[in-house]
């Protein structure tokens, strides 16, 4: 390690650093689908993945219909289905998946380490369509859901007997229910038309279905949300014992429903609010047990893993199907269109069902990814965890140090209290977010992006 990755790392001086404002950009992908743009040369995904490690792929299949969209929601999704559109999107997935397994090959090298439901809210589907959806993962792209984790997003509204049945004997080990708050005044000014009581009836049909993992989805920030109330939704959780649950800032982002309604507090004093609700809530689960994984992931000590030993997001490639969904390969993401306006994705999706075969098997939407990209996603998705950056992985993957390809970004964030004082006879060689660093997890991120790819996202017009 350098001078400077020394001086970096163990930085404790008393000069004023400039400390960016918290919440930016949720950093869950890297680069970020704004950044994606049409392919020329629309490259054949049998060239893309010829010479790929494929022993532990993810599967990612996305269902874009929820039955209602939420206030805060700028995900790929639209209300409702209207002429049997979930049966013809649930055709042209079988034929991606098709054209899409045909592309990886048949041989014993392909294998699914892990697989996710997720959209829009995948149990919007009706339960004859859930089982049609295993049997696409199952049949058509060799996924054996019985021996692999299989997570799957819920809502309270659709969190039904015979779909949660369907998925339980399918093989889903984890069930994610997005609650978001349980003070109905809370959800109701976050555009999240739902009963408590609907909530806790649906909270009691998941666990019927003895599915391992419960997660919980909880949101702070939200308008007359106070510490009181946060405390209560937090306890109304805790109560079902969850084996996980997220809590998330909320952000007003464009072409949503609280954009385009009464604006929230949108500056500092909206920051520390956030910010003062998320250590309450940190300090509350720490102290009920359970184990923070990311600013926003906390796991209870005594839950079952998720997810194989040999897994890495890091470095293994991911298959996505639906027309929401990404793909990753070591050169390339690509998807398909992205859009927020719910005119522009009706299209979209209308373009996805009406996509022949063949067409599924090239790449059309995308961002090459380069060895310096690469470095950054690697050092993104580690840092980002409250385990920590395993530098070996970084050098032996990349053949350099991460102090010195990002001095300034590090010795930023080590003036700022941000990373952990770094001891090079430390046997585990982790570089680790301090606690602040975790709780500043939005703005540390986005300052890990390349020049190029904030271009792109600053070029890109919201639709």
Known sequence: MTALSTEAAGHTGSAPVDVPRPYQSYVYAYPHKTAYRPLPDRPALRDLW??????????????????????FCNLFT????????????????????????????????????????????????????????????????????????????TSPATATADRLAVLAERGATRLSIGVQSFVDAEARAAVRPQRRADVEAALTRIRDTDVPVLNIDLIYGIDGQTPASWRASLDAALAWRPE???????????????????????????????????????????????????????????????????YACQTDGMIGLGCGARSYTSSLHYSFEYAVDMRKIRAIIDDYTATPSREFARARHGRRVDGHEARRRHLLQSLLQAVGAPLDDYRDRFGTDPFDDFPAELAAFAARGWLEPYDASDDEGRLRLTPEGLAHSDALGPELFSPEVRAAMAAYEPR
């Open 244 to 310: 996980e649950l997220y809590l998330y800032p909320l952000y007003v982002r464009p072409l949503t429903g609280l954009d385009r309604g009464a604006a929230p507090l949108t500056d500092r004093a909206w920051d520390e609010q956030r910010l003062r609700l998320y250590r309450q809530g940190r300090d509350h689960l720490l102290e009920h047990g359970y184990e923070q994984v990311s600013m926003r992931m906390f796991r209870r000590a005594d839950a079952p893993a998720q997810g194989p030993d040999d």
């Open 50 to 71: 010829r010479d790929e490690l494929k022993g532990a792929l993810s599967l990612y299949m996305h269902i874009p219909f929820c039955e209602v969209r939420c206030g």
């Open 78 to 153: 639209r209300i409702g289905a209207p002429d049997e559109l979930t049966g013809r999107y649930l055709d042209a997935m079988e034929r991606q998946a098709v054209a899409v397994r045909e592309a990886l090959g048949d041989g014993p090298d392909v294998r699914f380490a892990n697989a996710a439901f997720g959209g829009g809210t995948p149990t919007f589907l009706d339960a004859d369509e859930l089982a049609r959806l295993c049997d696409i993962a199952e049949l058509r792209m060799g996924a054996d859901l019985r021996t692999v984790p299989l997570s799957v997003e």
